[in-house]
């Protein structure tokens, strides 16, 4: 990791750049998939996964046979700790539920916000390296929750062209029937558009790397609704001179195997301690699995020394990461000088490890900036908050006078007469 001693504020947002393809060939690259799946349907599809599955498959709905058989395999442990990180993550979602209210703007005049559930959802559960089963629990649950009638997911085939068997128990526990092994930019499409195989939805939500990513948001143009956009995992640590370099290093390395592409930045006002995270970084990645994948992602980490822990949080929310740690002495109390971040994890026992699998909340989070503006997914990323009015006469005539001068002033007489006509009205 590179480390950086009080760099001047204008150089920030160049050293602070994500890891990421040119942006102009990945455009190129998605959008003639895009068009291709558009235009052929589940032969571009299988197509497609002859060049990018490692087990090339033609019939990409899972059969419930298939559900049940791969489902079998998931040992007992593995599938009690998946129950038990389902009752959570419901709990929490659960929680955000919220009663309409209505409220009486004037005399005679209601106004209140009903939660719609969006009818067809597209889960996207990505693959790659690992299957990532977890983020299939973060948006199966909220869905459900929610009440969509129509819940389509896409996973990439395993090296058997098989769905993971983790992915299949949780198919199975919570009763989706549209299950299918449609991977990448591909899948987006396919969910957008429709082929004979997949059904076309309403909304996609899930993460994904910079294909999946691209795909979401060059489809959003077309009128896609996304949940954000969620590319390649990344972490900041802010840490005071009393934090736990053994700790910090262990999160910073979870981050750092998910993929090459990963960024892991740490701040803090100590020396000592930035010394200390690397060294620790350096001996723990040395038997991890996945140590080829986090060596990669750790050339494109910094280690930032700064003079003071108020600097460390300006520059961390000028950066908006997906993952804010917070391991400071007063994490608490430090939390309210977050303004940026999609999810922010207190004190030195809240490893990001938690909230990836089990605390409960949502771990489908928006990257590469994007939390100045986005949230991460919660029960209101499946619903549509439609509002409702009504007015009696009485409201009308009270507010008669308003509408008409507003109507008239923006020269629509038609809106005006819409009004008068009614009040006018004896019947």
């Known amino acids: 990791m590179i480390q950086y001693i009080n760099p001047q504020k204008d150089t920030w947002n160049s050293l602070l750049q994500r890891p990421q393809m040119d942006r102009e060939q990945l455009e190129q690259q998605v959008s003639e998939i895009l068009a291709t799946v558009k235009r052929e349907g589940d032969e571009a599809l299988s197509y497609y996964s002859r060049i990018f599955d490692p087990s090339p498959v ?17 040992p007992l442990n593995l599938q009690e700790a998946i129950d038990q990180a389902a009752i959570n993550i419901n709990k929490f979602h659960e929680s955000q539920r919220v009663s309409p209210e209505r409220t009486e703007t004037a005399e005679g005049v209601s106004c209140w916000r009903k939660s719609i559930p969006i009818e067809r959802v597209g889960l996207y559960v990505p693959g790659g390296s690992v299957p990532l089963f977890s983020s299939f629990l973060m948006l199966v649950i909220p869905a459900r929750l929610a009440g969509c009638e129509k819940v389509v997911v896409c996973t990439p085939p395993n090296s058997q062209g098989n769905v993971e068997p983790t992915i299949a128990y949780i198919a199975q526990k919570f009763g989706i029937k549209s299950l299918f092994k449609v991977g990448g930019a591909q899948a987006i499409a396919a969910m957008t558009y429709g082929t004979n195989s997949l059904p076309k939805v309403d909304k996609i939500l899930g993460p994904g790397n910079q294909y999946v990513t691209a795909a979401k948001q060059l489809l959003q143009r077309e009128g896609l609704a996304i949940d954000m956009p969620a590319g390649p995992s990344e972490v900041l640590v802010i840490a005071d001179e009393g934090a736990n370099a053994s700790f910090i290093a262990a999160d910073l390395l979870s981050q750092a195997e998910h993929g090459p592409d990963s960024q892991v930045i740490l701040c803090t006002p100590s020396t000592a301690l930035a010394t200390a995270v690397t060294d620790e970084i350096s001996k723990q990645i040395a038997d991890l699995p996945r140590k080829p994948i986090a060596e990669k992602s750790l050339e494109n980490s910094k280690v930032f020394v700064l003079r003071d822990l108020e600097t460390c949080f300006e520059l961390s929310n ?12 007063n994490s608490e109390k430090d939390a309210g000088k977050v303004k940026n971040a999609g999810s922010v994890f207190l004190g030195q026992y809240s490893c990001e490890t938690a909230g990836d699998y089990a605390s409960g909340t949502n771990h489908t989070l928006p990257t590469n900036g994007c939390a100045r503006g986005y949230s991460g997914v919660s029960l209101d990323s499946f619903v549509k908050k439609v509002s409702f009015q009504k007015l009696s006469k009485q409201g009308l005539e009270n507010l008669g006078n308003t509408l008409l001068t507003l109507a008239r002033a ?16 004896n019947a």
């Open 58 to 74: 033609s019939n990409f709905k899972v059969t419930p046979a298939e559900i049940a058989s791969q489902a079998a395999q998931v």
């Open 410 to 425: 923006e020269g629509l007489e038609a809106h005006a007469r819409a009004v008068s006509i009614r009040l006018n009205d």
């Open 318 to 329: 000028y950066y908006a990461p997906e993952h804010l740690i917070l391991a400071t002495q």
